[in-house]
C-alpha cells in the first residue's frame, strides 16, 4: 500500500505561485510515476503532471506547460507541483497519486488539496 498526503493549497490571486507537496509512505516508490491530476467543480478530473520517481522524468498537459514544474525529494519521500503564474482557470481540487511504471492506472490517491485563484 502507498499512502499520499497533499499540502500547499490555498486562495491567491492571479499572477501569484502556489507549491504543493505530497509526502508518500507505506512502500518504495523507486518504480512508480507520481502524477498530479485536479478537477474543477463540474468538470472531469484531468491529469496536471507527472514525474518519474527513479528518473526524474516529467511531462505536463499542455495548459500548464511552461508555469508548472514537478520535482521529488528522494530523502524524505516527497513530491512536489510548483505552480507558477497561476490563473483563475487553475482553480481546482489537486490530487497527488501513484501507479507502477508497468501499468497505465493510477491506484493511489491523495485526499486532495484546494487551490483558488481570484482574478
Known amino acids: 500500500q502507498v499512502q499520499l498526503v497533499e499540502s500547499g493549497g490555498g486562495l491567491v490571486q492571479a499572477g501569484d505561485s502556489l507549491r504543493l507537496s505530497c509526502a508518500s509512505s507505506g512502500r518504495t516508490l523507486s518504480y512508480y510515476v507520481m502524477g498530479w491530476f485536479r478537477q474543477a467543480p463540474g468538470k472531469e478530473r484531468e491529469f496536471v503532471a507527472a514525474?518519474?520517481?527513479?528518473?526524474?522524468?516529467?511531462s505536463y498537459a499542455g495548459s500548464v506547460k511552461g508555469r508548472f514544474a514537478s520535482s521529488r525529494d528522494n530523502a524524505n519521500n516527497t513530491v512536489y507541483l510548483q505552480m507558477n503564474s497561476l490563473k483563475p482557470e487553475d482553480t481546482a481540487v489537486y490530487y497527488c497519486?501513484?501507479?507502477?511504471?508497468?501499468?497505465?492506472?493510477?491506484?493511489?490517491w491523495g485526499q486532495g488539496t484546494q487551490v483558488t485563484v481570484s482574478s
Open positions: 514525474i518519474a520517481w527513479s528518473t526524474g522524468t516529467t
Open positions: 497519486s501513484a501507479r507502477d511504471v508497468r501499468t497505465r492506472d493510477y491506484h493511489y
